[in-house]
């Protein structure tokens, strides 16, 4: 009667092995998430492409001044407007906003050449001020969305400064651009 042989594992084959987990884990998963190298499409397949979001430069030259735009608008009862600049990948814009009154606003992007439903919020809320520093990830359409949800009209005053050409204007009676 043959008697079942046990099969051990010897420590080096494991430790052998170890390298090949690591690299396959690095292409299959790492590359494609972290840096949007996907040479076998899996990171596409599994929905973790750019997992890890949008990388900008930390340092972006220009060849043109500044621009400072101040801009004011009032809000009737239960009207909204939009207000954005064009800006490249690597642009920022410092901004500061404030209403005197309670506002639902929308800080957000949409990338040059896709559907402008597949926006990217960066700040939502309800307030009468915000301000700060927001450097574009992609090119496209940066800026605001206003509400006024309540039964009083608001002003909004925005200022921001950049290296935007024009901005962009939507509102009740249209879309209106402006050259800066």
Known sequence: MNEPQEQSTH??????????VAVLGLVLFVLPAEYGIDPLGTGEMLG???????????????S???????????LDPFESIEYKYPLEAGQAVVYVWQADGELVFDFHSEE??????????????????EQGTFVAPFKG???WFWENRGSASVVV?????????ASKTYGPSGVYEREL
């Open 141 to 143: 359409i940066h800026g």
């Open 112 to 129: 040059e050449g896709k559907d402008p439903e597949d926006s990217v919020s960066f700040s939502v809320g309800r307030g009468a001020a």
């Open 64 to 74: 043109r001044e500044a621009i400072a735009d101040e801009i004011e608008f009032i």
């Open 157 to 165: 005053k925005l200022r921001a400064t950049g290296y935007f050409a």
């Open 11 to 20: 420590p080096l084959r494991v430790l052998a092995g170890a390298p090949v």
């Open 48 to 62: 973790i492409k750019n997992m890890s979001g949008y990388q900008v430069a930390a340092l972006t030259l220009e």
